[in-house]
């Protein structure tokens, strides 16, 4: 079945420092691949997304290149803020299709210190 | 403002008693989910609904029960079959229609003792 892997961290940065947090997917097809960020206590929310290969998803200076030869759909920003502290899901929804489920992340644990 | 309504907050209930959590949207989204978090396991489905009057289960059903009478409205039963019902609960929604991104509720959080 479709699976989503990334690490748990925590991932500990200085702020200003550059993020990379790894995400590779299990799936047939082209799903549409999706990067959730949770703050402490709250819901998730959608940071950003990309529905076909080699697109890129950005949002809040956060970017995430859709690589179907990797199977990969790594988060990236230049230069991070202790407001950036939070959980960040990778997910996936398949491409075929009727009901899509989305299969999402461990997620991975951020703090940024100043 | 549009969204996801999650009440209450925090729950406490003792063991043995069932529980209900509501979720609430005005999106006017056809598709809400229910998914269940623990520390170190990331997100499981518990429920899912497509449309009004209908619902599947989904990972991690055993121990649950919803209903979907209206669009708006998806509320979960925690019942006491549940072995192990503490947890951080998440209600979702999403349009359907090939857009699969998902409105997340705040959360309600669940401890039973």
């Known amino acids: 079945g479709d699976s989503v892997t990334q690490m748990e961290g925590p991932v500990t940065l200085s702020e200003e420092a550059f993020l990379t947090i790894n995400c590779t997917y299990t799936a047939t097809g082209y799903p549409s691949l999706f990067w959730y960020v949770q703050y402490p206590g709250e819901g998730l929310q959608l940071l950003l997304k990309?529905?076909?290969?080699?697109d890129k998803g950005s949002n809040k200076g956060f970017e995430a290149t859709y690589r179907k030869e990797t199977t990969s759909f790594h988060l990236e920003k230049g230069s991070v803020q202790v407001s950036d502290s939070a959980v960040y899901f990778c997910a996936l929804v398949p491409s075929s299709g009727g009901y899509q489920k989305v299969t999402f992340g461990i997620g991975t644990k951020l703090q940024v210190i100043p | 403002d549009g969204g996801i309504t999650q009440s209450p907050k925090y729950l406490f209930r003792k063991e043995g008693q069932n529980v209900t959590l509501s979720c609430e949207q005005n999106l006017n989204h056809d598709a809400m989910y229910w998914y269940r978090q623990d520390p170190g396991q990331g997100l499981r489905l518990i429920y899912y609904?497509?449309?009004?009057?209908?619902?599947q289960k989904g990972d991690i059903a055993e121990g649950y029960s919803v209903s979907r009478e209206k669009k708006e409205s998806f509320p979960l039963t925690v019942t006491s079959a549940q072995k192990n019902p503490t947890a951080f609960y998440l209600c979702?929604?999403?349009?359907?229609?090939?857009?699969?991104?998902?409105?997340f509720g705040p959360g309600t959080r669940l401890t039973v003792t």
């Open positions: 979702a929604s999403s349009p359907g229609n090939r857009d699969y991104e998902q409105y």
């Open positions: 990309a529905t076909k290969a080699d």
């Open positions: 609904s497509q449309i009004v009057n209908d619902f």
